[in-house]
């Protein structure tokens, strides 16, 4: 057969971790012998009594393959790569070569959870044992206890390997044991311990599967087709290994980016793309039912607003004190109507915050007002109150005044709903009243809400409230509908230009005061 | 109760360009990683955080500054990232002096670890610790959050890494302290830095999930021969996982020792007077 380095037959030395002392628990034996008559070079099992060896031997070029656990692979391999992982077996009926390290016990042990471990005997395995040592250790670390402190346990005691430590277990030679899974099962599978006899109190967290590994000094030819080999037996023959029985050896760095792929998901889910395509489709039926055609719209517009421009300018401020005086009546029926909204949505925005309501049936009638006069548009309800009351500033009050409580109660109760309740808490257990509460612990959480509230009920209402008189309700509405009546759009485009300005001077103002006290 | 400390993967990654340049720093005899020189910052407040601050940092390190509130010990780390620009002094990584134009190179070497995990909170796990590639990721298509595949695996590794793989696609909000600092770690370790900077990252965890975290912390940073410096108030902490310890104290370094040479009654003499923020834990495991 291929000769891997010319003039010289290679020997080839395989240290074994002992995780098991038995046929059924690690068997490797195939494996090497079909390695050796398909290499022609001839590989010596090595048992070793301890990782520590194992490591030792294939660092210092005794050995030139090895079976390790993956702790002990970790510290082989070291920074400088003198060790590799080619192979990881997949134990009989698994679909990963991943195990667990479990904590087990008599099943009448008193002892039920980790935690009871203190004070306790122990069995681990040596200082390199991923399953038996290493695992355990940070298990029983997240919970405080220290595996290396004497003070913790009666004893622990060291185990020559898993199988030897779950004898222990079940001859109450020790208390509790950490343990391989693979191990256990192995055991359970031939018959040697009965699932009665045992008790699992602790299963750690996923383990990688313990590898196959080549050191450096080895061709790389060889490497190559030792690889190629382990990664094929299973199509030739059953092969073993850790556990006894192994479905099949894979590729470590194959087989730890597969087992990260089966939780790769798309960024966008099915959810989101359904929903953005349903949006389209809903806009695009609309689009097409009101027949608005992008097209039409721009070159007609450009047509007809030319000549209303045109008709517009230049404005006309023949009256000005007149507008004037119209638009100061404005913004004094927005600001009498926001007082009146303001009045209104306290006592109610209280009763309708679910955290602060009295109870459910208050809380109910407060929401319906509110939702009541959010429906009803302050036109709607200025037409009305001109034809109840007359014509004037009363009924854009009232009707602005009613609307707008509808939000701004809305608007408290929400802020009200979202304080912190910690507060309410210590002083409820101080023995504050309850009016006491609202004025120590809620009033201060939400006024920065109320005031901003507020300011920006202000500014809408006095915007609604230059509209409001063209169904009478006084102000400049009333000025605008009739320059429109009369065609007069210079006198029209004068108006636009005094609500703008108006309008423009309250948001500097209110904006300023925001920032002031918020 | 128990939080998963996830085994780190034993097998090798699949060695990088970048990996190997940085394995062969590791290799270069403990090459200098940082080298601060002289530092002060004053704040506008007249407050006086660094006093003329020098320390050398090697590669592998360890290092936990260690100091009491108010002691310079944020405004050093965030000095060293550019967060805050000093008023005198140098600061050096891997030999060259740090500077407005050349501080992107440092970010892009360095890892970031928050006392408040600073994590978006509605958003999954997994696009958290994305945000850590956020500066070599297409610009474009890294703001409708798509990712390379590649990307998305490492993110997943990561994640597995800090025992969080369960948890990629939950969002950050359902997670616990604990867990969010590991959503945390996993962030900062993404792009394989050089340097960790951890601003008392266990500050706001209880002090068994505190533990965790640190070795953690500590286990992650030798896989990956990293280097880090780590602001903790709690001596115990800082004794059981630095292997050297900067005390600080009123912005001047008072003590800068391999932490196996320090005990414990000499901290506490140096703080005497002003410990107030430096806890003692008394572990219910004697040492």
């Known amino acids: ?518 | 109760m128990i939080l998963c400390v996830k085994l780190t993967s034993y097998y090798p990654r699949q060695r990088t360009k970048q990996n190997l340049a940085l394995g062969q720093i590791g290799v270069n005899l403990k090459k200098m990683v940082l080298e601060i020189a002289g530092l002060q910052k004053t704040f506008g407040n007249g407050t006086l955080a660094l006093r003329g601050v020098d320390l050398s940092v090697q590669s592998g390190d360890f290092v936990v500054v260690l100091g009491p509130s108010g002691s310079g010990k944020t405004t050093l780390l965030r000095s060293i990232n550019g967060l805050v620009t000093a008023d005198a002094g140098t600061i050096k990584f891997h030999n060259q002096a740090l500077t407005p134009v050349n501080l992107s190179r440092l970010r892009r070497h360095t890892g970031m670890v928050f006392q408040d995990f600073n994590l978006v909170e509605n958003l999954s796990v997994i696009n958290n610790v994305l945000t850590g590639l956020l500066d070599t990721s297409n610009k474009f298509l890294s703001m409708l959050y798509l990712f390379s595949r590649k990307q998305k695996l490492e993110a997943l590794d990561c994640l597995e890494r800090v025992g969080l793989l369960d948890k990629a696609y939950v969002r950050v909000d359902q997670l616990s302290g604990g867990q969010k600092q590991r959503v945390g770690i996993a962030r900062s370790i993404i792009k394989k830095p050089v340097l960790l900077l951890a601003d008392e990252p266990v500050a706001s965890l209880d002090p068994m999930i505190s533990r965790s975290i640190m070795m953690l912390l500590r286990d992650i940073a030798r896989e990956n021969s990293i280097t880090v410096i780590c602001n903790l108030h709690q001596v115990e902490l800082a004794l059981r996982y630095s292997d050297r310890i900067i005390g600080l104290s009123g912005g001047r370094i008072v003590l800068d020792k391999a932490t196996a040479d320090v005990d414990q009654a000499f901290i506490r003499n140096i703080y005497r007077g002003h410990d107030r923020g430096l806890f003692f834990e008394h572990a219910t495991d004697k040492m």
């Open chain 1, 1 to 518: 057969m291929d000769k891997y380095v010319q003039g010289s037959e290679i020997k080839l030395t395989l240290a074994i971790a002992p995780a098991s002392d038995h046929p059924g628990g690690l068997d490797l034996d195939a494996l090497v012998d079909y390695l050796s008559r398909e290499t022609g070079v001839s590989i010596l099992s090595k048992r070793c009594s301890d990782y520590a060896e194992a490591i030792e031997m294939l660092r210092n070029g005794s050995a030139q393959i090895g079976w390790l656990g993956p702790y002990a692979f970790r510290e082989a391999a070291g920074r400088d790569g003198t060790v590799e992982a080619f192979a990881v077996g997949i134990p009989k009926g698994k679909d990963s070569p991943n195990y667990h390290s479990l904590f087990i016990v008599k099943p009448a042990s008193k002892i039920h959870l980790l935690a009871d471990v203190r004070n306790s005997v122990i069995g681990v395995g040596d200082q390199f044992s991923t399953s038996g040592r290493e695992v355990p250790s940070r298990e029983l670390a997240e919970i405080g206890i220290d595996i290396g402190n004497e003070n913790a346990f009666a004893k622990v005691v060291t185990m020559d390997n898993h199988d030897t430590a779950i004898r222990a277990v079940l001859n109450g030679e020790v208390d509790v044991a950490a343990v391989s899974s693979v191990n256990l099962e192995a055991l359970v599978v031939d018959g040697s311990v009965r699932p009665d006899e045992f008790r699992i109190i602790h299963q750690s967290t996923n383990i990688p599967g313990a590898p196959l590994v080549y050191t450096r000094n080895i061709p790389s030819n060889l490497k190559q087709r030792l690889k190629e080999l382990v990664l094929d037996a299973h199509n030739h023959f059953q092969v073993g290994g850790y556990g006894g029985l192994v479905e099949r050896y894979v590729d470590p760095v194959e087989s730890h980016r597969k087992h990260l792929e089966v939780r790769l998901r798309p960024q966008w889910g099915w959810r989101t793309i359904v929903g953005i395509l349903a949006f389209i489709f809903v806009y695009a039926l609309v689009f097409i039912d009101l027949e608005v055609s992008l097209t039409q719209l721009i070159s007609r517009s450009i047509m007809y607003i030319s000549d209303v421009l045109g008709r517009m300018l230049p404005p006309d401020f023949s009256n000005f004190r007149e507008l004037m005086g119209a638009m100061v009546e404005t913004v004094e029926i927005a600001m009498l109507g926001t007082l009146l909204a303001i009045t209104l949505s306290i006592p109610i925005g209280l009763l309708s915050a679910r955290n602060i309501a009295p109870n459910y049936f208050l809380y109910f009638i407060a929401r319906t007002v509110t939702v009541f006069f959010r429906a009803i548009p302050e036109f709607i309800m200025a037409m009305i109150l001109v034809i109840a009351i007359g014509f004037g500033a009363m009924p854009g009050v009232i009707a602005l005044g009613f609307h707008t409580m509808g939000f701004l109660a809305k608007f408290y109760a929400e802020a009200i709903e979202h304080i912190d309740e910690n507060p309410i808490q210590a002083l409820d257990s101080m023995g504050a009243s309850k009016g006491q509460v609202l004025a120590f612990a809620i009033v201060p959480q939400v006024m920065p809400a109320f005031i901003g509230n507020n300011l920006y009920i202000l500014d809408r209402n006095i915007r609604m409230a230059t509209m409001l008189g063209i169904v009478g309700a006084g102000g400049i509405g009333y000025e605008l509908q009739s320059a429109f009546r009369m065609f007069e759009y210079d006198r029209v485009s004068a108006i636009i230009i005094i609500i703008f300005a108006t309008i423009f001077l309250i948001d500097m103002i209110s904006s300023h005061v925001r920032a002031k006290i918020m």
